[in-house]
């Protein structure tokens, strides 16, 4: 069963990977972007960091909400509102239950990749962070790893893909060959519930 303190490595996780890989996701966004990928999630989960501390949230469901609201109040690209929609619907489906199964958390966050979908308008293959998502939510009911590996590979598939959705669209044809810097970052969020699973 998963708590909220898995739920909290989790974002401690992920707020530590993104440190490591700024440089890496502001470098992606540079060719087909403004160079700001890194640097928004950096500001958006050391805020997420410090709100879990000092607010202590109990149940999964609280943890993943106040995240998502963190993301969304201090990141202002388009990813803030997209990743906290992701926490924060995927709380929601979780509800205020003490702990959840490993089934329940891949269902929930199933419902809050639709809503990312929902609110985006992406579709996989249009080079965004659904491209990792999709596949990382369908390889989660195997294993946290088997989900990373989709994530990643996921991500990477992106690279000959022309952009269809958020500023690389802009781009046209000029965005094929470059790896979505978004798709990425999903894939660094999905490899930190690895670290967080202490697998
Ligand atoms: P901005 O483009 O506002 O500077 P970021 O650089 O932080 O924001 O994030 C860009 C990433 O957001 C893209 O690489 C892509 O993965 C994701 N993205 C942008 N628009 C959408 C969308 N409509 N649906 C899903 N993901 C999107
Ligand atoms: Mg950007
Ligand atoms: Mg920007």
Redesign the pocket.
């Known amino acids: 069963m998963l708590d909220a303190d898995f739920f909290r490595r989790w974002m401690t996780a992920t707020a530590a990977s993104v440190d490591r890989e700024a440089d890496r996701l502001t470098d992606?966004?540079s060719p087909?972007?403004?160079a700001?990928?890194g640097s928004?999630?950096q500001r958006g989960f050391t805020a997420v960091r410090a709100t879990l501390e000092k607010e202590g949230p109990g149940t999964p469901g609280a943890v993943l909400a106040l995240a998502g609201r963190q993301l969304i109040s201090t990141?202002?690209?388009?990813?803030?509102p997209?990743y906290g929609t992701l926490l924060r619907r995927t709380g929601k489906a979780l509800g205020d239950a003490a702990e959840v199964s490993d089934e329940q958390f891949a269902e929930a966050l199933r419902t809050g990749v639709e809503a990312?979908?929902t609110?985006?308008?992406?579709a996989p293959g249009?080079?965004?962070?659904?491209d990792a998502l999709v596949p990382a939510v369908d390889a989660l009911g195997e294993s946290f790893a088997a989900a990373r590996d989709a994530a990643r590979a996921g991500a990477e598939a992106t690279t000959p893909l022309q952009a269809r959705?958020?500023?690389?669209s802009y781009l046209g044809e000029r965005s094929v060959g470059h790896q979505?810097?978004?798709?990425a970052?999903?894939a660094l969020l999905i490899a930190a519930l690895v670290e967080a699973a202490g697998e």
């Open positions: 992606l966004d087909i972007g403004d700001d990928h928004n999630l990141v202002g690209g388009a990813s803030g997209l990312v979908r609110l985006g308008g992406a249009d080079k965004t962070m659904i959705k958020g500023r690389a979505d810097p978004g798709a970052s999903a």
